[in-house]
């Protein structure tokens, strides 16, 4: 399943290649959860295109960074409507696999605006097979890229064919889902909540179990550590081993204010997605959060983790609008 995405025609490399889940999400927002064999009328029904990995992807591109998606999809309708909504954002989606014995990831979602959130039922899927099963452009992509971004399902391959990589890219793991197998030796960014930074350390989820998960984390082997922390906005830290040109330190950004919050489905997929967009364009962590934060706080705009989500000029302006 071949899609001409808008990045075929941009100039330049894929600089970032995201590796993990798709999936085609059936969105409801009701006033409030129903009772067991209740009906309920809701305010809105969508569907929309999904997945950690797969909604950085359409972030990265929406900010302008040439990104390639690298997943499977199964050989159904909701597959192809699940790339041609990646393709249509200008992800590179030339790499990814057509499975015809997996059915296409698939979500329904209910959203409650009583309570600001969404009960989700979601089909399982195996684990993605090795990066070299998805083909040769798979394998040329990542070893061209600045940076490779992996969600649960991705982090395995993704890992597995970096390690046989003589020179490598960077490595970012969005860890806001259990990640089997998940090791943090010579991890470039590990992306937790700071709920599961703190319960990887068996730690109480204070300000100071926090900040010892955190170091922990470091002293594992993870170069640099950013956790979101919800309506407390995102804290990170990192080593010289990030960049040795700079000290190792700690910077804790607020969240963004003023954003009427209509759901909050992908938002952590989108501060992933924002904060290596960021990164890319050479920003440093106090700027980079900030900007993560800020994208994430306006994709809540929106019933899914995408239709809202702002490119670079409407989030410059919304950091404006903020620092006033």
């Known amino acids: 399943m071949l899609l001409k995405s808008k990045k075929e025609t941009m100039h330049g490399p894929v600089r970032v290649v995201c590796v993990g889940v798709v999936t085609l999400d059936a969105l409801a927002l009701v006033p409030r959860y129903p009772e067991a064999d209740e009906r309920i009328v809701g ?67 209910v959203i409650s605006q009583e309570r600001q959130t969404r009960a989700i039922s979601t089909l399982a899927v195996p684990p993605l097979p090795p990066i070299e099963t998805f083909g040769p452009r798979a394998i040329e992509m990542i070893a061209a890229a600045e940076w490779v971004h992996a969600d649960h399902l991705g982090f395995a391959p993704a890992r597995a064919c970096l390690d046989r990589l003589a020179a ?17 030796a010579g991890l470039d960014l590990y992306a937790p909540t700071t709920e599961a930074l703190t319960r990887r350390y068996a730690l109480p989820h204070t300000a100071a179990g ?10 594992e082997g993870a170069a640099a550590v950013v956790a979101t922390n919800g309506a407390q906005g995102s804290i990170a830290w990192w ?18 204010r003023g954003v009427e919050v209509r759901s909050t489905l992908g938002a952590g997929d989108v501060f992933h997605g924002a904060l290596l967009s960021a ?34 000029e409407e989030l410059a302006r919304a950091l404006e609008a903020q620092a006033r």
């Open 43 to 109: 305010e809105e029904v969508r569907i929309a295109g999904g997945g950690p990995a797969a909604n950085a992807a359409v972030v990265l591109a929406r900010q302008g960074i040439q990104v390639a998606f690298i997943g499977r999809v199964g050989r159904d309708s909701a597959g192809e409507t699940a790339l041609r909504l990646l393709a249509a954002e200008g992800v590179d989606v030339s790499a990814v696999l057509e499975d015809p014995a997996t059915p296409t990831q698939a979500s329904c979602v």
């Open 279 to 312: 990164l890319c364009r050479g920003r440093d962590w106090p700027a980079a959060l900030a900007e993560a934060n800020a994208t994430a706080a306006l994709s809540c705009r929106g019933l899914d983790g995408r239709s809202a989500v702002p490119g670079l």
């Open 239 to 256: 080593s010289e081993r990030f960049d040795p040109a700079r000290p190792a330190g700690r910077v804790a950004v607020p969240a963004h």
């Open 210 to 219: 926090i900040e010892t998960a955190a170091a922990r984390a470091l002293t």
């Open 168 to 184: 490598r890219p960077r490595l970012c793991v969005d860890a806001g889902n259990p990640v089997a197998g998940l090791t943090l």
